[in-house]
């Protein structure tokens, strides 16, 4: 059945983003096909998403169920998986690393390099673990007067980009030790990105 492949290849990038023991299942819902009522625009069926963060957990909704930083990474895993078998043109993720930190968040950042390689792929993120994998990184300011708001966009490149690293990782972009820690995340991401 192609539901228990789907929640199969999930586990398994579940797995990369360490939650090792996390399982998703699919129920299909069927209204009753003989009363008429029963029938809407999109069909008889609804597919419901079970989710259990280890194999002794019940299954429950996993709306329900799911921490933020679950929740997160149940999303990017299934957009993972889905985006081998479609030619989507452009994701966007809005914060797709809300609750994760380290070495989640670092594999956050991999996952979408990776569904880079075949569409578009824009990430609004707070996380430097997650912004070394960008190809462009752009910055967003809001400047406030008292009366007016505005926001200005710009690409960091080079040295302020590692800057600008620095800042996400200690809210201080002049911190050397910071540059430092940001220059490693840079490297350490491009050379990934490059085997």
């Known amino acids: ?3 228990k492949l789907l929640a199969e290849e999930i586990a398994v990038e579940l797995e990369e983003l360490a939650m090792p023991n996390a ?3 699919f129920e299909i819902v069927s209204a009753d096909f003989e009363n008429s009522k029963s029938y809407q625009s999109l069909g008889l069926d ?3 998403m079970n989710f259990r963060s280890h194999p002794s957990a019940k299954w429950s909704p996993l ?3 799911a921490s933020g930083g679950e929740l997160s990474r149940v999303m990017l895993a299934l957009e993972v998986v889905l985006s081998r078998l479609s030619s989507v043109g452009t994701f966007i993720f809005d914060e797709v690393d809300a609750g994760v930190g380290g070495k989640a968040a670092m594999e956050v950042g991999r996952k979408l390099a990776h569904i880079a390689r075949n569409s578009q792929v824009i990430v609004i993120t707070h996380l430097a673990q997650v912004a070394v ?6 910055v ?9 708001s505005e926001s200005s966009v710009f690409e960091v490149k080079g040295a302020r980009r590692e800057v600008e690293i620095a800042r996400l990782l200690s809210g201080q972009a002049d911190s050397n030790s910071a540059q430092e820690h940001a220059a490693e995340l840079l490297t350490l991401a491009s050379k990934s990105m490059i085997s």
Do not use: L, P, R
Request: hydrophobic share 35%; glycine share 4%.
């Open 1 to 3: 059945m192609a539901s």
């Open 23 to 25: 399982q998703i299942s």
């Open 140 to 148: 967003v300011e809001k400047n406030e007067n008292g009366n007016v």
């Open 46 to 48: 609804e597919v419901n």
């Open 133 to 138: 994998w960008a190809e462009k990184h752009f």
């Open 63 to 65: 709306a329900k169920s």
